[in-house]
């Protein structure tokens, strides 16, 4: 099946600084999300960019499909952004999603 | 967006005992889905939910341990079935509606086997 590859695992950022996390899949997509994890569990989709630049406020996203990787920007970041991060994709003809690792982001005051 | 909802939402259990998940969605959705998420890991699909037949398991899951029903187009449950430790995570259902390939996830049930 799809790899699905993330990175960097963890990230500790001051808050008001920007970050860009990446996603790494291993085929052509027919769906590509980003998730955000709050601590109580609850996964909010932030994405679903299977190409092109996507924007909603201070998050934005870019797919290269072609190049097979995902970015996901974080700008001025604030302690509320703190949380796991997910990509998950899945190939044409497949409805099911692979997450990856998750990039798990601290922000602090 | 959707509207899911799960219940419970957390529970602690005693092993050997069987747990039964509830998910319920604002309307009607051909495709539905659970997936697990061990502590500190990601999730990782256990079924597809099938309405009007079995559902369709990803290898490591069975359906004696993880029995599914799909009755209607808005609702499934999932059992955790003999439960050990090991099966302490948190268990996702998520929906895929008709006209849009996203997918959305239901807020989750925290479950504890002691």
């Known amino acids: 099946g799809i790899q699905v590859e993330q990175s960097p695992p963890d990230l500790i950022l001051q808050e008001g600084a920007n970050s860009t996390l990446r996603c790494n899949f291993s085929?052509?997509?027919?769906?590509l999300q980003w998730f955000h994890q709050n601590p109580w569990g609850q996964l909010i989709n932030l994405f679903y960019?299977?190409?092109g630049t996507k924007q909603n406020g201070r998050l934005s996203a870019t797919t290269v499909a072609t190049e097979r990787y995902s970015l996901l920007y974080i700008s001025s970041s604030q302690t509320t952004d703190s949380g796991v991060y997910f990509c998950?994709?899945?190939?044409?003809?497949?409805?099911?999603?692979?997450f990856g690792k998750g990039t798990k982001l601290s922000v602090i005051p | 967006s959707a509207v899911i909802s799960q219940k419970p939402s957390r529970d602690i259990c005693q092993r050997g005992t069987s747990l039964t998940i509830q998910c319920q969605v604002d309307?009607?959705?051909?495709?539905m889905f659970w997936y697990r998420q061990q502590p500190g890991q990601s999730l990782t699909l256990i079924a597809t939910?099938?309405?009007?037949?079995?559902?369709?398991?990803e290898s490591g899951f069975v359906i004696d341990k993880f029995p599914i029903s799909r009755p209607n187009l808005t609702f499934s449950t999932l059992t955790v079935s003999n439960m050990s430790p090991e099966d302490s995570s948190i268990y996702l259902c998520?929906?895929?509606?008709?006209?849009?390939?996203?997918?959305?996830f239901g807020p989750g049930t925290r479950l504890t086997v002691l």
């Open positions: 998520s929906v895929l509606y008709d006209s849009y390939n996203e997918q959305f």
């Open positions: 085929d052509s997509v027919n769906n």
């Open positions: 960019i299977p190409s």
């Open positions: 998950a994709s899945n190939p044409a003809g497949s409805y099911q999603l692979t």
């Open positions: 309307s009607q959705v051909t495709m």
């Open positions: 939910a099938n309405q009007g037949s079995e559902a369709t398991y």
